[in-house]
C-alpha cells in the first residue's frame, strides 16, 4: 500500500508541474490562491468582532493607537448595552 501511495503522490506532483509550466495557468492558480487568501483574512477580521470597517480592523491588527481606541470604546459601548 506504501509503494501505490508514493506512486500517487508522484503522478500529482508531476501533473501539477506540467500543468504549471504554462504561464497563464501558473497566473490563473496564483489568482485564484489570492482570492483564497483574501477572503479568509477579510473572514478573520470580520468575526473576532474588531469593527466592521476592514480598514480600521486592520489598522487594529498593526497597532495604531487610533483605532485601537475606537475599537475599546465600541467594545465599551456594547458591554454598557448589553448590561
Do not use: C
Not at 34 to 48: C, D, F, T
Amino acid at each position: 500500500m506504501g509503494k501505490f501511495i508514493k506512486a500517487v503522490g508522484a503522478a500529482g506532483v508531476v501533473a501539477g508541474s506540467v500543468y504549471l509550466s504554462k504561464s497563464e495557468n501558473r497566473k490563473k492558480v496564483k489568482g485564484q490562491l489570492n482570492k483564497v487568501v483574501n477572503n479568509l483574512n477579510k473572514g478573520y477580521v470580520k468575526n473576532l468582532g474588531k469593527p466592521t470597517d476592514i480598514d480600521d480592523s486592520e489598522m487594529v491588527d498593526e497597532g495604531a493607537l487610533t483605532s485601537i481606541k475606537y475599537y475599546n470604546n465600541l467594545q465599551q459601548k456594547s458591554e454598557n448595552n448589553q448590561s
